[in-house]
């Protein structure tokens, strides 16, 4: 299904950079029988989560819609500028009853999910009393002001939202990554301020030696060249070197036989390469770096071979791209461990920033504790109006018990004289 392909492509990105790498999966298959492997159109690969807080909405429709038989049909014609634009999402009046019951009722399931998600996060700021309908307008994945019906509207703007949103995921990752490196170079100067003279200069001489043992490392191939493609060709797939075939080596990667490699297939390619820079025993080696390297790896084939833009390579982008020069002779890759990721600046404004949330949550902080502290000095007065409260009543009851005259053995009053 390949207009599925193309929308839900974009579901197909990491959660976050913290991910551990994506193993490329070892092929034991006879070339031969790849060359005339058919995509498998029943085969279903589940994707991950996108990170996206209408993740799940999003597949579902998307499953409910490849259902309808016209429908489909329509967006198997479609490229993906016209499934981006939402133009047709008009189609769907054309779909059956069925499926658009079925959607009517996933929409009212998302909006009970994000009343509820607003009411918890009212309820944690006190603000119970706020519009539910008003807070809907934030989310702009579906029509708050029809909560019961899933009408072309909701198509449009759940396809416009995905796509917006994915398409600055990767920007976003870039920018989380220099700020963890300018908070990883925060925290190590305040800790240098921490230590005397002597034990600051065998920190610092640690340090630059760790830098230098992370840096030497073996040579990485250019991203997409022939040279990387090969060598994984050999140690991955263990195929002869001298064996190798753009076609096969595409058909063998395309490891849900779509017809197309996308991001998550094309990031796997590169574990090889990073193996060589990046060990997760190394106290040297940070993992988060090595996502970053590989983010970058793949936006760069991308770039260079993805020529539609659609975010995904097609056998025909694949075999055009090892036509160029720079396939055979490809620039040198310059690593991560070969940049700086910000300049003294940026670190200072950071820091600025930091001084200044953590100014603001002491001052919360304070606030909380001064909160508490009324809170205990009204609970302790309650305790004890509570205890006067119980010693008043005490006190009536014994002056109650004393007004009553004494009694004979038989119940009789008892008279007895004034002394």
Known sequence: MRWRTILLQYCFLLVTFLLTALEAVPIDIDKTKVQNTHPVESAKIEPPDTGLYYDEYLKQVIDVLETDKHFREKLQKADIEEIKSGRLSKELDLVSHHVRTKLDELKRQEVGRLRMLIKAKLDSFQGVGMDHQALLKQFDHLNHMNPDKFESTDLDMLIKAATSDLEHYDKTRHEEFKKYEMMKEHERREYLKTLNEEKRKEEESRFEEMKKKHENHPKVNHPGSKDQLKEVWEETDGLDPNDFDPKTFFKLHDVNSDGFLDEQELEALFTKELEKVYDPKNEEDDMVEMEEERLRMREHVMNEVDINKDRLVTLEEFLKATEK???????????????????????????????????????????LQKQKEELQRQHDQLEAQKLEYHQVIQQMEQKKLQAIPPSGPTGELKFEPRM
């Open 325 to 367: 020069k720079e396939f055979l002779e490809p620039d040198s890759w310059e690593t991560l461990d070969r940049q700086q990721f910000f300049t003294e600046e940026e670190l200072k404004e950071y820091e600025n920033i930091i001084a200044l949330q953590e100014s603001e949550l002491k001052k919360r902080a304070h606030e």
